[in-house]
């Protein structure tokens, strides 16, 4: 493979994900990105570019269904990467439709969704029939995906984020009782990655980093390392320990709410968690920017590199803000 980065044109899948502005911005800032297009199913004629949309970032719409457009629109603009940010939902339909397009069109770099807690080792695990069926499978459906694009020979990379900044209120129900409300005793630390911080190491690593560097390699980013009672105690807000389920608007609420929450608890919610050895590795990994250093799961699903601390950016609770600072490791 080339050990120089060639990778110009980017394709974006999706632009209404939670995730999806901040990849959108991060990409159409960066000076190495010199086509951006984003990706959306066909809307009535009488649409226009949503004005959340940069200036420079061209909506294309395409019926994932239709597998000729699908490579007409990949290879039309000459894209080199792929990134999905599709809903869990699509993982095996327009995000597989998606791939197998990139590929025949000679795509570099597949980028599915990830941007959670690690799910490496885990497509042995959970519902056999099928691709998976509901919350507690999302993770096993995300790693499956992996050995599909492996199938097809499509060069990957996994981006593991931990819990995003904008959502720790949410997934511990603070919004709904004004409480931290804790599986366990919340005191095992977990990993919490701002979602500016997410785009823009996507936008860096996949404009400087060779596709030798790239391909079927996992990331770890952590920007805070913290227990549950560490977030509360900063932001000076009351928390509940040792709850049995999460509050939420109703069942399929609380119960994604309450696994998330459960799997920060059990040591699952830390990027440097090991399905296979069933332990975290807390520590700071090789430096990403060099490309270097291969993590303990090397050799069952690819090349590992680990960071810390990106740039700062905080939350809003109210008044209350959870700052940063910068540092990578």
């Known amino acids: 493979m080339s050990n120089i980065n060639t990778n110009t044109s980017f394709a974006v899948l999706g632009s209404n994900g939670a995730i999806s502005p901040f990849v959108i911005d991060a990409l159409a800032k960066h000076s190495g990105v010199k086509k951006l297009i984003v990706l959306s199913r066909p809307r009535p ?12 970032a061209e909506l294309v719409a395409v019926d994932y269904n239709n597998h000729s457009a699908l490579v007409e629109v990949f290879t039309k603009y000459s894209t080199d990467v792929v990134i999905s940010t599709l809903s869990d939902a699509a993982i095996f339909d327009a995000q597989k439709k998606a791939a197998v397009a990139a590929r025949e069109a000679g795509v570099k770099v597949f980028v599915p969704v990830e941007f959670g807690n690690v799910t490496i080792g885990l497509a042995g695990k959970g519902e056999r029939n099928g691709e998976g069926e509901g919350e507690d499978d999302i993770q096993v459906k995300k790693n ?5 694009l492996k199938s097809i020979e499509l060069p990957y990379i996994h981006v593991f984020t931990g819990l995003w900044l904008r959502w720790i209120s949410w997934v511990f129900g603070y ?3 004004q409480k931290f409300n804790i599986i366990g005793k919340g005191e095992t630390p977990a990993s919490f990655t701002a979602e500016e911080d997410i785009g823009g190491f996507l936008a860096h690593i996949l404009t400087t980093l060779p596709l030798s560097q790239l391909s079927n390699t996992h990331f770890r980013l952590q920007g805070e390392r913290l227990t549950v009672r560490q977030i509360a105690d ?10 049995e389920a999460i509050p939420g608007s109703g069942p399929s609420d609380w119960k994604f709410r309450t696994l998330i929450t459960s799997q920060c608890d059990s040591g699952v919610g830390s990027t440097g968690w090991d399905h296979f050895t069933q332990k975290d590795n807390p520590g700071p990994g090789p430096n990403p920017m060099s490309g270097k250093g291969e993590g303990e799961g090397q050799g069952k699903e690819g090349k590992e590199v680990k960071t810390r601390k990106p740039r700062g950016v905080g939350i809003n609770f109210g008044k209350d803000m959870f700052g940063r600072g910068w540092r990578t490791s």
């Open 234 to 243: 900063r932001l000076g807000k009351p928390y509940v320990t040792n709850v």
């Open 144 to 148: 499956r995906f992996a050995e599909f």
């Open 45 to 56: 004629s009488s649409s226009s570019k949503p004005s959340n949309l940069p200036a420079n």
């Open 175 to 177: 919004d709904v009782n």
